[in-house]
């Protein structure tokens, strides 16, 4: 079974400063990976996934495959960065996501 | 064009009763979602529908959860006898599903947060 785990329930760091959330996941053949965001008062929104390669509000993501990670990284935060993050796997034929339990990201002025 | 619509958005009910929270997808969407968010859980996935197929129900927690989709539009999810563990933010997601990973972005509604007394 597949398995999305971000270590940090709470992350907070000052404006443009770097920012990096991370995202390991557990699954056996090659899956797919996405980051998705919820800004305040907003619905969940996909940010990027590891196959378009794009940045997306400044934001990149690689995929380490032998390191099983996908961490989101931002070299200068901006305030209204601030959101829950949401790392998801897609495995396979399934086509539902395995979500990771989010970190909630603060930029401080 | 209009995003995906849940109703209602806040669902109060007493330990016991059925609820029943609906999703309209996005017009043309042939896939849709149904998952939940539990206090300090991540997004669990509960059932997928995808055109005329039957239903991937392999995340339902339990048979008191159904859902359908009619008319491979609008979707209900049904709780019978809710339990206050049952107490979370349901979300829907419609998308695309077509054959390429440019089309079959999901995309969520609001959520319905259902509050188990």
């Known amino acids: 079974a597949q398995r999305v785990t971000q270590p940090e329930k709470l992350l907070s760091v000052f404006k443009g400063a770097p920012v990096e959330l991370k995202c390991n996941y557990s699954?056996?053949?090659?899956?797919?990976l996405f980051w998705y965001v919820q800004y305040s008062r907003q619905r969940l929104q996909l940010l990027l996934r590891?196959?378009s390669r794009e940045s997306i509000k400044g934001f990149t993501a690689d995929l380490n495959k032998g390191e099983t990670s996908f961490h989101l990284k931002k070299p200068f935060a901006q305030e209204e960065d601030s959101a829950m993050y949401y790392c998801a796997l897609r495995s396979g034929s399934a086509r539902q996501l395995t979500f990771g339990s989010g970190t909630q990201l603060t930029v401080l002025p | 064009g209009a995003g995906v619509s849940q109703s209602p958005s806040n669902k109060v009910t007493e330990k016991g009763k059925d609820v029943e929270l609906r999703c309209d997808p996005i017009s043309g969407h042939t896939a849709l979602y149904w998952y939940r968010q539990s206090l300090g859980q991540g997004l669990e996935f509960l059932i997928y529908f995808q055109g005329n197929s039957a239903p991937d129900k392999s995340g339902l927690p339990s048979d008191r959860f159904s859902a359908e989709r009619t008319g491979g539009s609008v979707s209900t999810l049904t709780i019978q006898r809710t339990q206050q563990e049952d107490s979370a933010v349901y979300l829907c997601?419609?998308?695309?599903?077509?054959?390429?990973?440019?089309?079959?972005?999901?995309?969520f509604g609001p959520g319905t947060r259902l509050t188990v007394l």
């Open positions: 699954y056996s053949g090659s899956p797919e």
């Open positions: 997601a419609s998308s695309e599903e077509g054959t390429s990973w440019l089309t079959d972005t999901q995309y």
């Open positions: 590891h196959i």
